[in-house]
């Protein structure tokens, strides 16, 4: 390896709220590095003032989302071998959603969409209930289990054109939590489910691009939980009209 | 420019879809014109038909058609991604099978004409 490729070239996004440039960093290159290695070395060698967020460091939290040479990643995992451009890493702060400083987004018109969504647990029964049996074979619990190892990143929500076009629509992780809920024969109201998904910013905006299953760290698809609520909702549609 | 984040199969099939569509949407105005034609003034529309007959218009012709044929499909294939709950095999198999199927009918049309 020659001296010029042991060093990596990082610009990263600085600025508080909407303003802000690129700045540009030296960072030793290592084997093994992670992205989030060298926002850390940024932060703790050269320049104590830039903020971001991580807790986890192993792909857990869901934190640490941010945008990797134009993609978003969870940068924790994701190697600098791997989305490195030659030497050269630009580092910037999650798509879609309002810088706070630096890398640090505000997550709060995500989480709220989740929750606009009927992302909370409505559950069919009291805990002085006996526990309802479900079988890990019935259909609808396999569907839901395909999303439950959603972390909340919202890599998915900055790849999506169509939460970049219309402020209001749910964006994948949400939809995809109604349609997980929707599948789970413990939800109390499963038609409320649909009704939230299918409300104005709901399911029907996607336009089924699918950066969102393209991107999930997780290796989800939020592209086939909206598919499955449009199929859902069109079921309903016709179901209603002919009672 | 493809910005990053847009670099795959799906957006690239989103982006043919919608300029296919917003193509075909600019085109249909003009065609009804030209049908009306044939009831308003006949003339106009003999006129018109034998200026069709330019092979420039006739590459746009086929410009049309190609781009028809690509929102045709790109909408069915929506319609199998969306309401087709199929798994990846499944999908691959209903593709080829497609595929195969325009192969063999195009090659008959290409003989008859
Ligand atoms: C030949 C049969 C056709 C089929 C099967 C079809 C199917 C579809 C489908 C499924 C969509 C939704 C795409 C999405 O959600 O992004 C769509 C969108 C669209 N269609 Fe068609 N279509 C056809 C013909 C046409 C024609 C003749 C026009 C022109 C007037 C047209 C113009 C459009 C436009 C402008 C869009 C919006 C594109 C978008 O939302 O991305 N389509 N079409
Ligand atoms: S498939 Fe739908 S939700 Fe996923 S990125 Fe595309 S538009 Fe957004
Ligand atoms: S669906 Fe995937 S990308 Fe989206 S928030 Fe959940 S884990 Fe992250
Ligand atoms: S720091 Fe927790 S997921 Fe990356």
Same mark, same amino acid.
């Given at each position: 390896m020659s001296k010029s490729e042991k060093t990596l070239h990082v610009s990263v996004w600085r600025g508080e709220g909407p303003q802000g440039r690129f700045e540009t960093f030296r960072v030793p290159r290592q084997d093994n590095q992670t992205v989030l290695d060298v926002v850390s070395w940024i932060q703790q060698n050269? +320049?104590?003032s830039l903020s971001y967020r991580y807790a986890c460091r192993v792909g857990m939290c869901g934190s640490c989302a941010m945008m990797v040479n134009g993609q978003p990643r969870w940068t924790c995992r994701t190697h600098v071998s791997r989305v490195a451009d030659g030497d050269r890493l630009q580092i910037g702060p999650l798509r879609n959603l309002p810088v706070i400083? +630096?890398?640090? $987004? +505000?997550?709060d018109p995500f989480f709220e969409k989740w929750i606009k969504a009927g992302g909370a647990h409505r559950p069919s029964?009291?805990?002085?209930e006996p526990i309802m049996p479900v079988s890990p074979q019935e259909p609808g619990r396999v569907e839901a289990n395909k999303a439950i190892e959603c972390i909340n990143c919202a890599v998915c929500y900055a790849a999506c054109d169509t939460v970049a076009g219309n402020p209001d629509y749910l964006g994948p992780a949400a939809l995809q939590r109604a349609w997980t809920l929707y599948n789970? $024969?413990?939800?109390?109201?499963r038609q409320a489910a649909l009704d939230r998904a299918t409300a104005a910013g709901g399911c029907q905006n996607c336009h089924s691009q699918g950066s969102c299953t393209r991107f999930c760290p997780n290796e989800l698809d939020p592209l086939s939980a909206i598919a499955g609520l449009k199929r859902a909702a069109a079921a309903s549609y016709f179901k209603r009209r002919s009672e | 420019m493809i910005r990053p984040h847009r670099k795959h199969p799906l957006w690239l099939a989103y982006a043919a879809h919608r300029v296919s569509g917003l193509g075909l949407a600019l085109f249909l105005p003009a065609h009804f014109h030209v049908l009306s034609l044939a009831i308003t003034r006949p003339k106009d529309l003999d006129t018109f038909l034998s200026f069709a007959e330019a092979p420039l218009v006739k590459l746009a012709e086929f410009g049309l058609v190609f781009l028809l044929a690509i929102h045709f499909f790109g909408g069915l294939r929506l319609l199998a991604l969306e309401f087709l709950p199929w798994s990846g095999c499944q999908k691959n198999l209903a593709a080829a099978t497609v595929a195969g199927a325009f192969l063999v009918s195009g090659l008959f049309f290409l003989r008859a004409i």
């Open positions: 050269t +320049d104590p400083k +630096d890398l640090a $987004v +505000d997550m029964r009291s805990r002085t789970d $024969v413990k939800i109390d109201d | -």
